[in-house]
């Protein structure tokens, strides 16, 4: 069973837009932890945040903040007034306490029109 | 902050050669290294898990014939793909165990093309 759902597989926005991707995940375990990294053209993982299943509050880091809710399983990421640096692959994950790997979810493609 | 060097970040080679990847924790000690491939347009996917001292762990249909791995020491993993062959072509990424914010920390991949 697939662990992690990005339905957006592409999403374009033009410049200054706001953009939230979409993030639904599938665990067993009451422990875990959800990530979000950016991977751009170059192809290097940079790591945006990471969320601990027992930390429901929401964040904000500058222009990105993220909306975790247990209740629907999601962990849904928004960037506000999108430039055009952010275009990249977006990657959402999630590591179970139970074991060691990441389960990474088919990654949204972000581009911001200038 | 955790680094993990990965090399080569692109290597081309001919079908039927061997191309081995290197992947060095630099300022910690890594027991567990994970090696994922990605093809292009798609997520990344685990191959295997590197213990040191000890055989690597695949998963299910990873051929460990064809993807040799060894850790040998506390701060070296290795990913030798083997006969190559133009399907191998993908992105090959490590990553470790670190006290990075991510408890991760990736290296910044190979991209490997077989002609």
């Known amino acids: 069973a697939q662990k992690v759902t990005q339905a957006q597989t592409e999403i374009s926005v033009v410049e200054k837009e706001d953009v939230t991707l979409d993030c639904v995940y599938e665990t067993r375990d009451t422990t875990y932890y959800l990530f979000w990294y950016k991977q751009p053209p170059s192809g290097e993982l940079v790591f945006l945040i990471r969320r601990n299943s027992f930390d429901e509050q929401n964040e904000i880091s500058g222009r990105y903040s993220w909306n975790f809710q247990k209740s629907t399983s999601s962990f849904n990421f928004t960037i506000t007034a999108s430039q055009v640096v952010d275009s990249a692959v977006y990657f959402c994950?999630?590591?179970?306490?139970?074991?060691?790997?990441?389960?990474f979810g088919t990654g949204t493609s972000l581009t911001v029109i200038p | 902050g955790a680094v993990v060097s990965q090399h080569p970040s692109w290597v081309i080679c001919k079908s039927g050669t061997s191309v081995k990847i290197e992947c060095r924790s630099l300022d910690f000690q890594a027991t567990t290294m994970f090696w994922y491939r990605q093809f292009p347009k798609q997520s990344l996917m685990l191959m295997a898990t590197?213990?040191?001292?000890?055989?690597?762990?695949?998963e299910q249909g990873v051929e460990k014939d064809k993807f040799l791995i060894n850790h040998a020491s506390l701060t070296l993993s290795t990913l030798t793909v083997t006969s190559a062959h133009p399907e191998d072509s993908s992105f090959y990424i490590c990553s470790a165990r670190s006290w990075g914010a991510d408890g991760y920390t990736f290296g910044s991949g190979t991209r490997l093309t077989v002609v």
């Open positions: 590197s213990n040191e001292g000890s055989k690597a762990t695949y």
């Open positions: 994950a999630l590591s179970e306490a139970s074991g060691n790997q990441f389960y």
